[in-house]
Nanobody, 124 residues
């Protein structure tokens, strides 16, 4: 399984960015997909998650500003980030805790898959 993020960049405070993460491989299903972020010198924290059924969860710091969505047919998750603040500056990582793959006549599971990260920088 490979997760590839795109859409990061430099934006002024108050601006918007849209991140994308596409999962590739012999994928049967992905239960939950999510976004995490890590600022320099800080731990990696959850930003938002979404189930295959569309249930979402957000960190308090991004509620009302960020929107997570996904396209199950494309195994892709998105993060629309509006009203960005300098404190949103971080490397953003895509995560899939559990991915079920086709394996011949059966399936197998791979756990805790991460993308390589994309830098988001918000200037004041």
């Amino acid at each position: 399984v490979q997760l590839v993020e795109s859409g990061g960049g430099l934006v002024q405070a108050g601006g918007s960015l849209r991140l994308s993460c596409a999962a590739s491989g012999n994928i049967f299903s992905i239960d939950v997909m999510g976004w995490y972020r890590q600022a320099p010198g800080k731990q990696r924290d959850k930003v938002a998650t979404i189930t295959s059924g569309g249930s979402t969860s957000y960190a308090d710091s991004v509620k009302g500003r960020f929107t997570i969505s996904r396209d199950n047919a494309k195994n892709t998750v998105y993060l629309q980030m509006d009203s960005l603040k300098p404190e949103d500056t971080a490397v953003y990582y895509c995560n899939a805790p559990r991915v079920t793959l086709f394996a011949g006549f059966t399936t197998r599971v791979e756990y805790d898959q991460w993308g390589q990260g994309t830098q988001v920088t918000v200037s004041s």
